[in-house]
C-alpha cells in the first residue's frame, strides 16, 4: 500500500513540472507575460496589427513599423522595442542603436512600434527591432533597407529663391521643379511638396532652405542661403556720464547717445536703494548733453568727509551709496535700457580680510568635522594660516578625490553660532589660490568659493589648478548681492593626496569699491 502512494505522489510531482511550450515559436514558456507573432511590416492598422508583412523595404519607405502581441499581460507590464543597426552604409560614427520606445499594457492585445523615415531617406543596410519584456530581452526580427538599382534618382532640375537678399518683414519667394521622385520635402518649416510648385517665405533671420528629392534610388537635395538684412530702428539712449556734490546738491550731467531725439523723462536719485527724489529731464537731442542737478533733495551724510577713508568696520559699511538712474519711469523707448545707471559710494568703504576669521569658522571634510587647530601631519584634513603672505593654507584628508571647507561668518557672543555679514554695494572678491610648490607632480586642486543664504549653497565659477602652475586669480563680483545677508564658503577639492603641499589663498578678502 505504501509503495502505490508513493507512486502516486512521483506521478504528481512529475506533472506539475511539466512547462508548457508556446506553439508558434517552439520556445518553453514561463507561466507570466509572453511576446508572440512578432512581424516587421509598412504600415499598421488601427488595432496595431499588420497591413502587410515584409523583411525588405526601401530607402523611401516612409516608415518601418513593427507588430508584436502580447500574452498574459500583468498590470503595467513593460514592452520596449528598440531599433539597431547591424551593418551597411552606415557612417562608422553612428550609433548602433537608433531609436527606442517603450509601451505600457494591463491587458493582452497587439502593440505597434514605428520607426519612421529621415528626410533624407533610410540608409541601406541591415537592421534589427529587438523586444524587451520588462526589461528582459525576448525576440529579435531581422529585416533589410535596399536600394532600386534600376532607375535613376530624382533630378532637381530648378530650386530658387527670389529676392535670395531682403529686409526683415519682406518676403522671399521659392521655386522649384522635380522628376522622378517619390517624396519631396522642403525645410525648414515647410515639409511635403508637390513635384513643381512655388511658396512665399517670411524668414525672420538668415536661414539656408534644404530641398529633397527621394525615390527607391535615393535623394537628390539643394540648399539656398537667404540672408535677411535688419533695419536698426532710430531711438535715443540716455545714460548718466557723471555726478557730483557741491555742498549738500548732488549735480549731474546726463546724455543721449542715441540716434533720434529723447522724449521728456524722470531721472530717479537712490540712497542705498530706496528712492530719495527725481526730477524731470526735457528732451534732449542725438548726442546731447546737458547739466542737471536735484534742488530740491538736501544730501546729508552722517559722516564729515564725503569721500571718507577705508577704515570702516568689518562687520559692515558705513559708506552711503548714491545711484542715478535715467529714465527711471520708463517713459521714453530707448535702444538700449541697461546702461541708464550711475553710482558711487561716499563714505568710509568695507573691507572683510578672511583670514582673520579662519579660526571661528566651521570646518569640515569628507571625513568629518574639523576642529581648530589643526596640524598640518593630520590626514584626516588640515587648515592654517600663513602669515608671511597672509594666506589661508587648506589640505583635504590624505586620500583620493577628497574636500574640505570652510564656512566663515562674523563671530557673536553665543560660540560657536556665527552671524552672517550684509554684503555692501559695489563689492568684490579678491584672491590669488594655487598649489604650494611642495605640492605633488601630479595632483590638481579644484578652489571654489561661494555663499550661504537661508540655507541655500551657491558657488561661483571654480578654478581648478595643477601641480607647477602659478597662482591663478580668483575675481567675483558682487554687484547684483548688495543687501543680501551671507556666510562665505571657502571650499578645496582635490584629485590625489597634496601632502607634503597644500592649497593655498593668498589674501582672500571681500573689499568695496568706491
Not at 65 to 92: F, P, R
Not at 178 to 204: F, K, M, Q
Not at 314 to 335: F, M, Q, V, W
Amino acid at each position: 500500500m505504501k509503495r502505490h502512494t508513493y507512486f502516486l505522489l512521483a506521478l504528481l510531482c512529475a506533472a506539475s513540472l511539466v512547462i508548457p511550450v508556446c506553439a508558434a515559436c517552439n520556445i518553453p514558456q514561463i507561466f507570466g507575460p509572453s511576446l508572440s507573432e512578432i512581424y516587421t511590416t509598412t504600415s499598421l492598422q488601427s488595432d496595431s496589427l499588420s497591413k502587410d508583412r515584409v523583411d525588405i523595404f526601401y530607402v523611401d519607405s516612409p516608415c518601418v513599423s513593427c507588430s508584436v502581441k502580447l500574452n498574459g499581460a500583468a498590470e503595467n507590464t513593460t514592452v520596449k522595442a528598440q531599433w539597431v543597426y547591424i551593418k551597411g552604409d552606415m557612417a562608422k560614427q553612428e550609433k548602433p542603436l537608433i531609436q527606442e520606445e517603450t509601451a505600457i499594457r494591463d491587458s493582452d492585445g497587439y502593440i505597434g512600434f514605428t520607426w519612421t523615415a529621415p528626410l533624407s531617406g533610410y540608409i541601406t543596410g541591415e537592421y534589427q527591432v529587438v523586444l524587451y519584456l520588462d526589461g528582459n530581452q525576448q525576440v529579435a526580427k531581422s529585416f533589410t533597407i535596399e536600394k532600386d538599382t534600376t532607375i535613376p534618382i530624382p533630378q532637381i532640375s530648378s530650386f530658387t529663391a527670389t529676392p535670395s537678399v531682403l529686409t526683415e518683414g519682406q518676403q522671399v519667394t521659392l521655386n522649384w521643379k522635380v522628376s522622378g521622385a517619390n517624396r519631396i520635402t522642403i525645410e525648414p518649416s515647410v515639409g511635403d511638396v508637390p513635384p513643381e510648385g512655388s511658396i512665399n517665405l517670411n524668414p525672420a533671420s538668415d536661414t539656408a532652405y534644404t530641398i529633397r528629392a527621394l525615390n527607391r534610388r535615393g535623394s537628390s537635395s539643394r540648399t539656398l542661403s537667404i540672408k535677411v538684412s535688419h533695419v536698426s530702428g532710430l531711438k535715443p539712449d540716455l545714460i548718466i556720464t557723471d555726478f557730483w556734490t557741491s555742498g549738500n546738491v548732488i549735480s549731474y550731467r546726463i546724455k543721449n547717445i542715441g540716434d533720434a531725439v529723447s522724449c521728456g523723462c524722470h531721472t530717479c536719485l537712490y540712497k542705498n536703494d530706496y528712492p530719495e527724489a527725481q526730477v524731470y529731464v526735457s528732451p534732449l537731442a542725438p548726442g546731447e548733453e546737458r547739466a542737471e542737478a536735484f534742488l530740491n533733495y538736501h544730501f546729508s551724510p552722517r559722516f564729515s568727509s564725503l569721500a571718507g577713508g577705508a577704515g570702516a568696520s568689518e562687520t559692515g559699511t558705513d559708506a552711503i551709496n548714491i545711484r542715478l538712474y535715467a529714465n527711471s519711469d520708463k517713459s521714453c523707448a530707448e535702444s538700449n535700457e541697461e546702461n541708464n545707471c550711475l553710482d558711487y559710494n561716499y563714505g568710509p568703504l568695507s573691507r572683510l580680510s578672511f583670514t582673520r576669521y579662519a579660526v571661528s569658522a566651521q570646518w569640515q571634510c569628507s571625513t568629518g568635522e574639523l576642529k581648530w587647530p589643526m596640524f598640518k601631519s593630520d590626514k584626516d584634513g588640515w587648515v592654517g594660516i600663513v602669515g608671511a603672505d597672509n594666506s589661508l593654507r587648506m589640505n583635504p584628508p590624505s586620500a583620493k578625490n577628497s574636500w574640505i571647507q570652510g564656512i566663515f561668518g562674523i563671530p557673536s557672543d553665543i560660540s560657536p553660532v556665527l552671524r552672517t555679514y550684509t554684503i555692501p554695494h559695489k563689492a568684490r572678491f579678491s584672491a590669488r589660490v594655487g598649489l604650494t610648490v611642495d605640492a605633488p607632480p601630479s595632483v590638481s586642486a579644484k578652489f571654489l568659493f561661494g555663499i550661504v543664504n537661508d540655507n541655500i549653497t551657491t558657488y561661483f565659477q571654480p578654478v581648478i589648478v595643477k601641480a607647477g602652475d602659478k597662482m591663478e586669480n580668483y575675481e567675483v563680483d558682487f554687484y547684483k548681492f548688495a543687501g543680501r545677508q551671507v556666510k562665505f564658503i571657502f571650499r578645496v577639492e582635490s584629485s590625489d593626496p597634496l601632502l607634503p603641499g597644500s592649497a593655498a589663498w593668498i589674501e582672500p578678502v571681500l573689499y568695496q569699491e568706491r
